[in-house]
């Protein structure tokens, strides 16, 4: 697609990086395989096409590169030409403003960018995403009383009832989907993909399931569509590794860190 007047053309050759070793790169990512913080902050830079430098890092070691670009130890964190950010939700939107468009062209935008109203749209779910659906998955995965666990299953559904309901409202007018705003992948998507493909260690745990009836289709659609973007499968941790990673959580060993 051509530039629009005033906004460049973005091109690959805007973030060259040859894939020499010797070469600096000017992006490096510190992140982990399984977690599901890291695995946003991938999603964006490579949605985006960007061309980086992948530090796989063990963010509880606290090793000494890592802790400094960010004095809290965690990943995700992007250092771009040497200043760092972290907390993925921030690291989502700095790529999305760092590099608006894509490698194919300037209309890839994570926060939609011309309708100030769909973009406060995309702020109120993703939100949700965090206050609801990614509390309620460590709340439950935590929870190791049983009835206190079914309540927090009850709740947890009833959330991404929520979620779904509003997904088919706005992919409702005009009529397009499957991702959560539309036909255009967002946010809203890259702050819940990378539970919602960790919901099988819910199964495992706590027996955790989505009901795969009507009320739910649009979850459904909206969960296999975006899984299989390339953005999303060059980090997607496999069941295994998903389900052995969270034991420690499982046992309340370990718990996310909040923003
Ligand atoms: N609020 C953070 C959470 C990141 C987070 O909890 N990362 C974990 C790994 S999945 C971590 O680095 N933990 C190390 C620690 O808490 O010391 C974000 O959104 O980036």
């Known amino acids: ?54 530090r796989e890092t063990d963010p509880y070691a606290k090793p000494e590169d890592l802790l400094a670009h960010n004095p809290r130890g965690a990943v995700p964190t992007l250092v771009h030409n040497g200043k760092s950010v972290y907390e993925s939700l921030v690291v989502v939107e700095y790529v999305d403003e760092a590099w608006p468009g894509d490698v194919h062209g300037p209309t890839l935008h994570f926060l939609p960018k011309r309708d100030v109203h769909l973009r406060a749209l995309a702020r109120i779910w993703t939100t949700f995403v965090q206050d609801k659906l990614v509390r309620g998955f460590f709340d439950l995965l935590a929870a190791q009383d049983e ?20 997904a088919a409202e706005i992919q409702s007018s005009p009529a397009s989907g499957p991702f959560f705003m539309g036909e255009h992948f967002g946010i809203v998507d890259i702050a819940f993909l990378p539970f919602a493909v960790r919901f099988p260690a819910l199964e495992h745990y706590r027996g955790f399931t989505v009901p795969d009836t009507d009320e739910f289709a649009v979850y459904h659609t909206w969960l296999k569509a975006a899984s299989a973007l390339p953005s999303v499968q060059s980090a997607m941790p496999s069941e295994k590794e998903v389900i052995d990673f969270y034991s420690k959580y499982a046992k309340r060993d370990a718990t996310w860190r909040e923003p």
Not at 147 to 157: I, P, V
């Open 1 to 54: 697609m051509a530039a629009q007047k005033g906004e460049r053309q973005h091109t690959a050759a805007d973030h060259p990086v040859a894939p020499d070793s010797s070469e600096q790169y000017e992006i490096v990512l510190y992140g982990a395989q399984t977690c599901p913080f890291s695995q946003r902050a991938r999603i964006a830079v490579d949605s985006k096409g960007l061309k980086y430098e992948y």
């Open 147 to 166: 009835s206190e666990q079914e309540a927090l299953k009850t709740k947890l559904l009833d959330s991404l009832r929520e979620w779904t309901k509003a």
